[in-house]
């Protein structure tokens, strides 16, 4: 089972991107915290300063960088650290040249630095729970002031897709943009994979050489009745090993990982209303329906029940 594959699956994102983002020496914008959503910027020319709130110091970013701040955080970017600063909110209602897509151009008319700007939303809340372990800041840097391959040749079918009128444009940009989400995820794992530090997560156990295993079981029989002693021996560790490497590396014990999958699971398939709770508890492992109901509204705060009907009134969500 591809595990990054299976959580994508399941979280259902929603994404947008805005081009054509002109910014003149000397200029400055402060974008408020956006808490619901993942922020990614590209630079495709030119240079400037990311500060975000809570992390220092700030950040050089220059041409072909990538950087996405996964919980949405406040933040400024700039040219250079003394320039002023607007905020997002008012220069979006005073730009004369706004298009349908907020493209916009700012600033004092010195040397140009061009972005690309978009941002990724993530269904419900039990989803954005689940990512909410990916580190606040991933920065892929660029290969000599150009975007690597993968990302230049994305942005560039992106950018075909969002001014195209032909059929079905707004689907491909949105799936072209979707895509990009899982580059930044890839691209991260590659310069990350086998480091000892960073923030606990299911992200980093995943790509773990001794739990990586454990991990595409869960996900390929959920409702299977796991315990710690199988899993441990499914992946030629001791319990107690198994037991301390899962946490130190997921933030989460074994058996709490497969019930918060269990009910990230659960709540994507009764927000899509297709079939019984009796069903759905024994698709992700519960023996009767109560049990599950009881795991669900421990887990979740509401009833299965309650949680498809808010679900299918739009009432469960960002």
Known sequence: MDVLTDVLNTVHLQSAVHFCTELTTP?????????????FYVM????????V?????PVSLAGGDLVMLSHGDAH????????????LEELVKTCSKCDAHRSFQHGGGGSLTALVAGHFIFE???????LSTLPPLIHIHGEHGQAVPWLDTTLKWMAAETSSKNPGAQIMASRLTDMLFIQILRAHIAEHSGACNGKAGWLRAMTDSHLGKAFELIHEQPNHPWTVAELASQVNMSRT???????????VPPLAYVTKWRMLKASDILRQGKVTISEIATYVGYESEASFSKAFKREMGVAPGTYRREGQNGAVGV
């Open 241 to 251: 090993a198994f037991s301390m490497r899962f946490t130190q590396l997921a933030g």
């Open 44 to 51: 495709t020319r030119g240079s400037c300063y990311l500060e």
């Open 27 to 39: 200029w400055g914008i402060r974008v408020p915290a956006q808490n619901d959503r993942a922020i």
């Open 124 to 130: 419900s809340q039990m989803s954005k729970s689940f």
């Open 53 to 57: 709130d809570g992390l220092k110091p």
């Open 76 to 87: 400024v970017l700039r040219d250079r650290l003394d320039s002023p600063i607007v905020p």
